[in-house]
C-alpha cells in the first residue's frame, strides 16, 4: 500500500486565482493519476504520467496543467479558478507490481467561490 | 452506455446478513477488476481487485468475476455497521495508461 499526500485538504479561494494542489507519494511508484469527483458521482480522469518528464491528457484535462519533474511529486495546477472546478481532487499512485492497483491520497476539497 | 454500471442503491441489509454488490462493464477486453470502499468525505480504499473468472476470497470479502458476461460482483459476509460506505466498481481502461474508468457506486446501509 502507498503512502499518498495531498496538500491543502481543504480550499476556499477566489474566481481567477492560480492554484497548485500537490500530491507526494514514497513508495516510488512511477504511475500517478488525477481524479476529480463531484459529490455521489463517479470518479473522472484528469491527468496521469507514466514517470518522470510524463504527462497525458485525460478526459477533464483541459482547464489544469500537471508536472512530473520527480517520481514522488505530482502536482496539478488550475491557472485560473471557476465555480465549475469545486470539486473533490483525488490523486492516486499504482502499483504495477501488484496488477494495476492504484491507491489514493485523502484528496483535496476544493471550493471556488 | 456508461463504461461502468452500478445500481446506486441505497441497499439495505440487517447486521450479520450477507451484503451482494454488482457490477457491469461494457468493454469487452478489461483484465482487472477492483472494488473500493468509500466512506462519505473520504478518498477511496481499495479493498479487492480480481483478474480471473472465478471468485476470490479475502477475509469477509469475496469478489466475483465473469467475463463472459461483463460481470463483477462483491460479496460482504457477516455485514457490520461498519462496511455502511458506498462501494465503487473500477475497470482498467486499456488506453489512458490504464487508468481506471469507475461506476458511480451503491450505497450499502448494514443496519444494527
Known amino acids: 500500500e502507498a503512502d499518498i499526500y495531498q496538500t491543502p485538504r481543504y480550499l476556499v479561494i477566489g474566481t481567477g486565482k492560480k492554484i497548485t494542489l500537490e500530491c507526494s507519494q514514497t513508495m516510488g511508484h512511477d504511475k500517478m493519476y488525477w481524479y476529480q469527483q463531484d459529490p455521489g458521482m463517479e470518479l473522472h480522469l484528469i491527468h496521469y504520467s507514466y514517470g518522470v518528464n510524463s504527462t497525458e491528457k485525460g478526459d477533464l484535462s483541459s482547464e489544469s496543467t500537471v508536472s512530473r519533474i520527480r517520481t514522488e511529486h505530482f502536482p496539478l495546477t488550475l491557472e485560473s479558478a471557476r465555480p465549475s472546478h469545486t470539486s473533490q481532487y483525488l490523486c492516486?499512485?499504482?502499483?504495477?507490481?501488484?496488477?494495476?492497483?492504484?491507491?489514493f491520497g485523502p484528496g483535496t476539497r476544493l471550493t471556488v467561490t | 452506455q456508461k463504461e461502468v454500471e452500478q445500481n446506486s442503491g441505497p441497499l439495505s441489509v440487517p447486521e450479520g446478513a450477507i451484503a451482494s454488490l454488482n457490477c457491469t462493464y461494457s468493454d469487452r477486453v478489461s483484465q482487472s477488476f477492483f472494488w473500493y470502499r468509500q466512506y462519505s468525505g473520504k478518498s477511496p480504499e481499495l479493498i479487492m481487485s480480481?483478474?480471473?473468472?472465478g471468485d476470490k476470497e479475502d477475509g469477509r470479502f469475496t469478489a466475483q468475476l465473469n467475463k463472459a458476461s461483463q460481470y463483477v460482483s462483491l460479496l460482504i459476509r457477516d455485514s457490520q455497521p461498519s462496511d455502511s460506505a458506498t462501494y465503487l466498481c473500477?475497470?482498467?481502461?486499456?488506453?489512458?495508461?490504464?487508468?481506471?474508468?469507475f461506476g458511480k457506486g451503491t450505497s450499502l446501509l448494514v443496519t444494527p
Open positions: 473500477a475497470v482498467n481502461r486499456l488506453n489512458s495508461g490504464y487508468a481506471l474508468n
Open positions: 480480481i483478474y480471473s473468472n
Open positions: 492516486a499512485s499504482e502499483d504495477s507490481g501488484k496488477g494495476y492497483e492504484q491507491y
